[in-house]
């Protein structure tokens, strides 16, 4: 079947590039290594932060070291659910097998794929952004650090001679964390966008599914045009059903790890709201800008997962 554009459904750059972050990038063998390393390490001070929890509680310890505490449970959910992404984009990419589908466009889906391409290019850079000024805030030293930032309370309180040392170690985690919170939903967008351009692809040809006739008279009474047409129908039809069932399985198994991730992400912005508001002198406290791009940061995030979860469902519903 050939349509007006002649462009391919996955000739797409929001597809590329969430392609790319999500596989790509971690196809490589020593990240592979290096985040199994650093998911150890991070689990260890997890534990290590929850017995403080309940062994020194107060209201006063919750308050400031809350959203350090969520922060890197959060991050931890990233590191665990690397994994369970990618078995979901492997199941994507052995079902939706490009060579078996009419990807062919006409220039009304392409103007609908481009419309969703551009708002999660959008989101993408934006999301993108705010972990980038993130990950400075959190690098660059800042004022009272020890009162923010659970890992140097632990350096001043049980290395007080290493804990400069320390700290200048540590930093540079800080960045390996903060990208790692874009693996998860960068991994569940290319998902989503995967069934969702090939489901366009087979709306568009039921939609067109008299291309190359429409110039032809007396069609009532042409058996190519009939044959044509229901051949035509037969694959649709199949290739509907075939999304369908995939669209419902990766929305079955998204929501195994989606919950957490909006609990996490929920206690975190009140965490980090509790914090602000029981700081002295707020608006002119050198943690602000931290606090500000963590809650921005937090909030992206949450609305990514929301909105790719509720289009998921919307898409197989």
């Known amino acids: 079947m050939q349509f007006t554009s002649g462009k391919p459904v996955f000739d797409n750059l929001a597809l590329k590039i969430s392609r790319l972050v999500a596989i790509k990038v971690l196809q490589n063998r020593y990240l592979q290594n290096f985040l199994l390393t650093y998911s150890i390490v991070l689990s260890l001070y997890v534990l290590f932060q929850t017995y403080l929890?309940?062994?020194e509680f107060d209201l006063n310890y919750l308050l400031k070291y809350g959203a350090s505490y969520f922060m890197a449970f959060y991050l931890l959910l990233c590191l665990v659910c690397i994994p369970f992404t990618r078995k979901i984009i492997k199941m994507i990419e052995e079902k939706v097998?490009?060579?078996?589908?009419?990807?062919?466009?006409?220039r009304q889906a392409e103007a609908r794929i481009k419309r969703e391409t551009v708002y999660f290019l959008c989101y993408m850079f934006i999301h993108l952004a705010s972990?980038?000024?993130?990950?400075?805030?959190?690098?660059?030293p800042c004022e009272n650090d020890e009162d923010f930032m659970f890992v140097f309370h632990i350096f001043r309180k049980y290395f007080p001679v290493w804990k400069s040392v320390l700290s200048i170690v540590c930093r540079p985690a800080f960045l390996v964390g903060c990208?790692?919170?874009?693996?998860?939903?960068?991994?569940?967008?290319?998902?989503?966008l995967s069934v969702k351009f090939?489901?366009?692809?087979?709306?568009?040809?039921?939609?067109?599914?008299h291309n190359g006739y429409e110039k032809r008279q007396h069609l009532r009474f042409d058996e190519a045009f009939h044959k044509t047409v229901k051949d035509r129908l037969l694959r649709c039809f199949k290739q509907y059903i075939h999304i369908s069932v995939l669209g419902r399985e990766v929305e079955k198994r998204n929501q195994n790890f989606l919950f957490p991730f909006k609990i996490g992400g929920?206690?975190?912005?009140?965490?980090i709201v509790l914090y602000a508001f029981s700081l002295e002198n707020f608006w002119t406290n050198p943690q602000l800008n931290r606090l500000c791009s963590l809650a921005i940061c937090s909030f992206l995030t949450l609305a990514g997962l929301a909105a790719v979860g509720q289009a998921t469902e919307d898409l197989v519903s």
Request: proline share 4%; charged share 15%.
């Open 53 to 55: 929890f309940l062994h």
């Open 97 to 106: 097998q490009p060579k078996n589908l009419d990807q062919v466009l006409s």
């Open 131 to 140: 972990v980038l000024i993130i990950t400075v805030e959190f690098i660059l």
């Open 179 to 192: 990208i790692t919170g874009v693996f998860p939903i960068y991994n569940i967008i290319y998902g989503y």
């Open 198 to 209: 090939v489901f366009e692809a087979v709306r568009d040809q039921i939609e067109n599914i």
């Open 266 to 271: 929920i206690f975190m912005m009140i965490s």
